[in-house]
């Protein structure tokens, strides 16, 4: 079993930044793609970026040229760095990661972001 823990998580005025963080343990040579979903109160999980093996990303349109995803394969960790943040950013986020396939084989616990106005 694959084990995801996430931080950075935090509280941040408009225009400000945030660093997530999701590390992996366990059984981790069957991850292929990791990544963020974001859920905020009456909203749909809502997909906000990803990130492949070889370091291919996509992003969300919403967060497009505000947020940037790695990982550091040697460290089984992929970060989301959330830069200018806007109130309709804040949201539970949640580190996923998929098996070869591209299936979500688990998710993080989430860690909630709020951004104030």
């Known amino acids: 079993q694959v084990q995801l823990v996430e931080s950075g998580g935090g509280l941040v005025q408009a225009g400000g930044s945030l660093r997530l963080s999701c590390a992996a343990s366990?059984?981790?040579?069957?991850?292929?793609?990791m990544g963020w979903y974001r859920q905020a109160p009456g909203k749909q999980r809502e997909r906000v970026a990803g990130?492949?093996?070889?370091?291919?990303?996509d992003y969300a349109d919403s967060v497009k040229g505000r947020f940037t995803i790695s990982r550091d394969n040697a460290k089984n960790t992929v970060y989301l760095q959330m830069n200018s943040l806007k109130p309709e950013d804040t949201a539970v986020y949640y580190c996923y990661c998929t098996d070869v396939l591209g299936s979500i084989r688990k998710w993080g616990q989430g860690t909630q972001v709020t951004v104030s106005s």
């Open positions: 990130i492949t093996t070889d370091k291919t990303t």
């Open positions: 366990g059984t981790i040579a069957s991850i292929n793609a």
